[in-house]
Each structure stands twice: as C-alpha cells, then as structure tokens.
C-alpha cells in the first residue's frame, strides 16, 4: 500500500473504532511507538507489544464522551492526523484531550508513530 492508503485505512479504523484492527493490519511487526517524554509508555517496540499499550489505554477508559480523527496529511513516506477524545478514564476522571499523530510508512506497513500532546 502507498502512504495515503495506509492513511486512509488508519483513519477509517479509527472513525469506526476498530483501533486493534487498524494495528493488526496497518503495523510492520517491528513497529517503534512514542509518547511524550515522560510518560509510562514513552518507548514501545514492536507489534505485539503496542497492541497490549492500546489494550492497556483501552481498559483505563470508562467511558468514551466523543472521539474525532481529522483527515490525514501526507508528505511522501510520512502522515499526520489530529484525534480528539473526549473520555471518562477510571482513574483520573474525565478529560478532552487533543493529539498530533505522526507516522512513518516503510514498505506499505506502519513503522513508527509518535504523538505529540500535553501531558496532565
């Protein structure tokens, strides 16, 4: 898959919620993922291991208010995208928050990702 389409299908999985999915199929196997510095998961590689963070994320959440994922950006090898939540977490109550989703494309698989959002 070219870039935009691996764009293309990340941003419908994720407007339809279908985040494991969109990792399943859209990841290369020795994925790097980053957080803001400072953060439990600063630093996750590989598949398996970014699929238990977002299993982690999804079971810290009680209730999802409202989620948004803008259109994505693409510039030859990379994309971008803006995701909003609007979320009750089980131990931190509710909160918005917005983040900037940037993500490398290698060989028509995910290779790396890095958000960028304010933390506390």
Known sequence: MTTQEVADKLVQLCREGK???????LYAEN?????????DMELTEGKEAV???????????????????SDPIVV??????VMNIDATYKAHGR???SEICVYEVKDGKI???EFFYRMG
């Open 19 to 25: 985040n494991d999915q969109a990792i399943e199929e």
């Open 31 to 39: 994925v790097i993922s980053k957080e803001p510095k400072g953060s």
């Open 51 to 69: 699929k238990n963070k977002t299993l982690k994320w999804e079971e810290s959440v009680e209730e999802i208010h409202s989620a948004s994922c």
């Open 76 to 81: 030859d090898s990379h994309f971008a995208i």
């Open 95 to 97: 909160m918005a928050m």
């Open 111 to 113: 290779a790396s990702d």
